[in-house]
């Protein structure tokens, strides 16, 4: 596996694909990838979702965590977030495509199990499920001896759009948070802090645009910020 990283001491985040793992690009031009928080205050959230955030963060971690709300709301920004900030190793598995019993045999039980070579320097690990619904029943299965049996050495955080396809053992085993921008306050509080990111976004990417169309495509894709800003990079590039 190529790095190009040349620190060798820093926590590592990789991504499984079909060629094996792979280390997540450093150079984004999709707005949406290029400014994603890097820390847990960086993140938008509701007041009532940070301060759980934040405490865990100052624990140094936690019990393992399930991250439930629709696209776009920021699960996969979180649990990148922590693992950043805790410096973990990273793993994250997009459970509708690489989450196959094969890879939970082969990359990521070596992942969970014992430190891959090219992380250079053991540390906590972090395995991230990305869209953990979209796992097979026997694929969640495998998980359950993993979540009790290394949880001294890794952390598991699963991201699900619908939760009522998640197993009941991961449930239990699992801190569960949810992402809920519709009620107040916390609807008032998402929604001035993504008007209020657009803005500094715009700004660092020196673009022009006016409050009218920010205002338009808040309204039209709420609470989809990822789909936010992906419509709002096209409208003014």
Same mark, same amino acid.
């Given at each position: 596996m190529?790095n190009d990283? /040349? ?5 590592k985040t990789?991504?499984? &694909?079909? /060629?094996?793992l792979? @280390?997540?690009?450093?150079h984004h031009?999709v707005?949406? $990838?290029k ?6 205050p $960086?993140c938008?959230?509701p007041?009532?979702?940070k301060a759980p955030?934040l405490?865990y963060?100052?624990n !140094?971690?936690g ?5 439930v709300?629709p ?5 996969s920004t979180?649990?990148?977030?922590? &693992?950043?900030?805790?410096?973990w190793h990273?793993l994250?598995?997009? !459970? ?8 939970m045999? !082969? /990359?990521?039980? $070596? @992942?969970v199990?014992e430190t +891959?070579?090219? @992380?250079?320097? +053991?540390?906590?690990?972090c395995?991230?499920? /990305? ?5 097979? +029943?026997?694929v969640?299965?495998a998980?359950?001896g993993?979540?009790?049996d290394?949880?001294w050495?890794?952390?598991f955080?699963?991201t699900?759009?619908?939760?009522d396809?998640?197993?009941?053992p991961?449930?239990s ?5 949810d ?6 306050p916390?609807?008032?509080e998402m929604? $001035? ?5 657009l803005?500094q976004?715009?700004t ?5 645009c006016s409050?009218?169309i ?15 800003l ?6 003014v590039?």
């Amino acid at each position: 596996m190529h790095n190009d990283d /040349d620190d060798r001491s820093a926590a590592k985040t990789v991504l499984a &694909s079909a /060629d094996g793992l792979r @280390f997540v690009p450093r150079h984004h031009s999709v707005w949406a $990838e290029k400014h994603r928080p890097k820390t847990i205050p $960086e993140c938008i959230l509701p007041s009532a979702l940070k301060a759980p955030l934040l405490n865990y963060v100052a624990n !140094g971690g936690g019990p393992h965590l399930l991250l439930v709300g629709p696209p776009g709301v920021g699960k996969s920004t979180v649990a990148r977030a922590i &693992s950043n900030e805790l410096r973990w190793h990273t793993l994250i598995v997009n !459970g509708s495509l690489h989450a196959s019993m094969n890879a939970m045999r !082969g /990359d990521i039980s $070596e @992942f969970v199990t014992e430190t +891959p070579m090219f @992380f250079y320097e +053991p540390r906590h690990r972090c395995v991230v499920f /990305d869209e953990a619904d979209q796992m097979k +029943p026997a694929v969640q299965v495998a998980t359950h001896g993993w979540l009790e049996d290394y949880d001294w050495g890794c952390t598991f955080v699963f991201t699900t759009n619908h939760p009522d396809k998640i197993g009941a053992p991961i449930k239990s085993r699992c801190l569960r948070l949810d992402f809920d921008y519709e009620t107040e306050p916390a609807r008032s509080e998402m929604y $001035e802090g993504f008007r209020k990111r657009l803005r500094q976004i715009l700004t660092a990417e020196q673009v022009e645009c006016s409050d009218r169309i920010i205002e338009d495509r808040l309204r039209r894709y709420w609470p989809d910020f990822r789909q936010v800003l992906n419509q709002l990079q096209m409208k003014v590039t």
